[in-house]
């Protein structure tokens, strides 16, 4: 019996993985294969079509281009900020735990949530930052409703979604990094920004590699919240990316085949991403 309780306590996780997560999969993936009615009253099984279609069509490739811009750039941006930022709020100094209370305040905020604040403070008439571009550039910027700036408005909210998370996990590899080799470039003569960037730096790769793969996930799957609410897609599809493309075909256009073999396709995109970036960078990741 003593054998067996293992694999009985396992049970429960088994069947909320088979159930929420593979079997879902597993039907999206048989329902990229056929034309469903909007009602789902009556499916036609029409093979490939539904990819000709997606792959055949030009607009597409523009929400790949999208979704690629705007996740690499918020990745980027995210992951860049995070580690300077680490680096004030690993210093032994007064306040500090404010300031980390109220760095990590934006992680417990929903999506939603999050988009409807930058909304507000991108409004052209009422909103915050164009009332300082007004006072200090004399210049008033439609953000939400302007190409590129709809975008920048985007990379901006994503951002500081995301920058807490990684924060957690830099202040955490930062503090585990020994005071020995820290003193030890010290007495070379070595500054601070050489100590930051081929002392500090190398030594929380692994940290990085995983907020790259974290973050880059973020941007793809969970990132329809904040366009939904702050741009729509819009203007003119410049926001559109493959999550939001994905809604539109499967709930505002009622074309369920197509958003399947869409979703199939982000799962490949991913995979393949996650493949190259094991395969090619993993190499550089300093291990303790």
């Given amino acids: 019996m003593k054998r067996l309780t293992p694999y009985i306590l396992l049970i429960p996780t088994f069947v909320i993985i088979i159930f929420f997560i593979y079997f879902p999969a597993f039907s999206s993936f048989k329902l990229s294969f056929f034309q469903e009615s909007p009602f789902g009253?009556?499916?036609?099984?029409?093979?490939?079509?539904?990819?000709?279609?997606?792959?055949?069509?030009?607009?597409?490739?523009?929400?790949?281009?999208?979704?690629?811009?705007?996740?690499?750039?918020?990745?980027?941006?995210?992951?860049?900020?995070?580690?300077?930022?680490?680096?004030?709020?690993?210093?032994?100094?007064?306040?500090?735990?404010?300031?980390?209370?109220?760095?990590?305040s934006p992680y417990a905020v929903s999506p939603a949530i999050s988009a409807t604040l930058w909304a507000m403070l991108f409004t052209p008439t009422a909103g915050l930052l164009n009332y300082l571009f007004q006072i200090t550039f004399n210049i008033n910027v439609d953000w939400l409703t302007t190409v590129p700036y709809a975008m920048i408005a985007l990379i901006a909210a994503t951002v500081w979604k995301m920058l807490p998370f990684d924060l957690i996990f830099y202040i955490a590899a930062l503090q585990n990094i020994p005071d020995s080799?820290?003193?030890?470039?010290?007495?070379?003569?070595?500054?601070?920004?050489?100590?930051?960037?081929?002392?500090?730096?190398?030594?929380?790769?692994?940290?990085?590699?995983?907020?790259?793969?974290?973050?880059?996930?973020?941007?793809?799957?969970?990132s329809f919240g904040i366009i939904d609410i702050m741009t729509r897609g819009g203007p003119l599809g410049s926001t559109t990316t493959m999550i939001y493309r994905l809604y539109l075909d499967g709930f505002a256009f009622q074309d369920n085949g197509l958003a399947a073999a869409q979703s199939v396709v982000m799962f490949g995109v991913m995979s393949v991403i996650t493949y190259m970036y094991f395969r090619f960078v993993e190499k550089g990741v300093h291990y303790q």
């Fill in 181 to 222: 080799i820290l003193e030890s470039s010290m007495l070379d003569g070595a500054s601070t920004w050489t100590r930051m960037w081929r002392i500090k730096f190398p030594l929380v790769t692994p940290i990085t590699f995983y907020l790259f793969i974290m973050n880059f996930t973020t941007t793809m799957f969970s």
């Fill in 41 to 104: 009253d009556r499916s036609i099984f029409v093979g490939l079509d539904n990819y000709i279609d997606l792959f055949t069509d030009s607009e597409y490739y523009k929400v790949l281009k999208t979704t690629f811009i705007y996740s690499f750039t918020s990745v980027g941006i995210t992951i860049f900020l995070a580690f300077l930022i680490s680096q004030l709020l690993v210093q032994n100094l007064p306040g500090t735990r404010v300031f980390r209370t109220l760095m990590f």
